[in-house]
């Protein structure tokens, strides 16, 4: 005989609501206000939601933390976000459901499940090789807010540039795994953007940086991996700097990883400096300083 679970008792409807799966309170929280309120008091914790942008969806992977009172769910709850339709698909142990809401759109589905887990954003959002370039402006209308975007090594370079461009003004974060030493051209494009965090890799080739490279940089916290600049391009770098006195620059810290070691007498060279616990420490006119680290084969400037 069904039961009319919202005419319970509080006390019964609370445990009505701790015994449900994971995947049970996500549909239950679509199914009315009422519900979607009664889902949200439980303050569900959950892991970092991240979304993966395939060939014509979104593909949302939720995942609950394990607290008192909800059982704790080790397998994902994945929701796919169609480009071309309202509805959803949530795929579950017992099967596919489909839900669809009157007036929802695709990033109405987003808010409403940022809104029951009291968050403010999506944690990572993922663009890989299958992702199409046309569908990029419909990815940044669903999803508003993300705190890292993270550009996949197999993207071709021009998806890569065109997720970037896209994608990076709606992100804190920004990890791209592809760029092309042969693109000289555009790696300006990448380092001038305003990001708070920017991380460029190229595990098949050396990234070829210049001195102009470093001092267009405009991104507050910058990580090149796999980084091939000579230790002169670093001294003429290094000097510029000490003589640009009351210039603005962006950058707090610009962290580069290398094949090889470094020579730090070369890269100090004709500088006076002060040696500091972490490494060398220089200082300008104006009064600004620059900490600066060097271990074997990585250098970090502190600004």
Same mark, same amino acid.
């Given at each position: ?22 995947? /049970?309170? $996500? ?16 303050? *569900?914790?959950?892991? !970092? $939601? *991240? ?31 169609t ?8 795929? +579950?142990?017992?099967? %596919? =459901? ?12 987003? =808010?409403?499940?940022? /809104? ?6 999506i944690?990572?959002l ?5 992702? !199409?370039?046309?569908?990029?402006? %419909?990815?940044k209308? $669903?999803?508003p ?13 021009e ?12 992100? #804190? ?8 030493? /042969? ?18 890799k190229?595990?098949?080739? !050396? ?9 267009v ?9 796999? =980084? ?9 770098? *290094?000097?510029?700097? #000490?003589? +640009?006195?009351?210039?603005?620059? &962006? ?9 090889n070691?470094?020579? $730090?007498e070369?890269?100090?060279?004709? #500088?006076k400096? &002060? ?8 200082? +300008? ?8 680290? %060097? +271990? ?8």
């Amino acid at each position: 005989m069904p039961i009319r679970i919202l005419s319970l008792p509080a006390k019964d409807l609370q445990y009505a609501l701790e015994c449900m799966d994971f995947g /049970d309170l $996500i549909v239950f929280s679509l199914c009315s206000k009422r519900t979607k309120n009664l889902v949200k008091s439980l303050n *569900l914790q959950i892991d !970092p $939601i *991240l979304a993966d942008v395939c060939k014509n969806y979104i593909c949302l992977q939720l995942r609950p933390s394990k607290i008192r009172g909800v059982p704790h769910d080790p397998d994902p709850l994945f929701l796919f976000l169609t480009f071309s339709n309202f509805w959803i698909k949530i795929d +579950r142990k017992n099967g %596919i =459901a489909v839900w669809k809401e009157d007036g929802f759109n695709q990033s109405d589905w987003i =808010a409403h499940f940022l /809104d029951i887990f009291k968050g403010s954003f999506i944690e990572k959002l993922r663009i890989n090789n299958v992702c !199409p370039i046309s569908y990029l402006d %419909i990815v940044k209308q $669903i999803i508003p807010n993300v705190r890292k975007l993270q550009i996949l090594e197999d993207c071709s370079v021009e998806l890569t540039k065109r997720a970037f461009l896209k994608l990076a003004p709606i992100s #804190m974060m920004v990890e791209i795994g592809n760029i092309s030493s /042969d693109h000289k051209e555009n790696i300006s494009e990448f380092l001038t953007w305003n990001v708070t965090f920017l991380t460029l890799k190229n595990s098949r080739n !050396p990234f070829k940086l210049g001195l102009n490279d470093l001092l267009v940089t405009n991104t507050k916290m910058l990580t090149i991996n796999n =980084a091939n600049i000579t230790e002169k391009e670093l001294n003429r770098f *290094l000097k510029l700097w #000490m003589k +640009r006195n009351q210039s603005f620059y &962006q950058p707090k810290m610009i962290r580069l990883t290398f094949r090889n070691e470094l020579n $730090i007498e070369e890269v100090l060279k004709g #500088m006076k400096q &002060q040696i500091v616990k972490q490494g060398w420490q220089l200082k +300008r006119a104006d009064g600004k300083e620059l900490s600066i680290s %060097i +271990r074997r084969n990585f250098l970090i400037f502190f600004f």
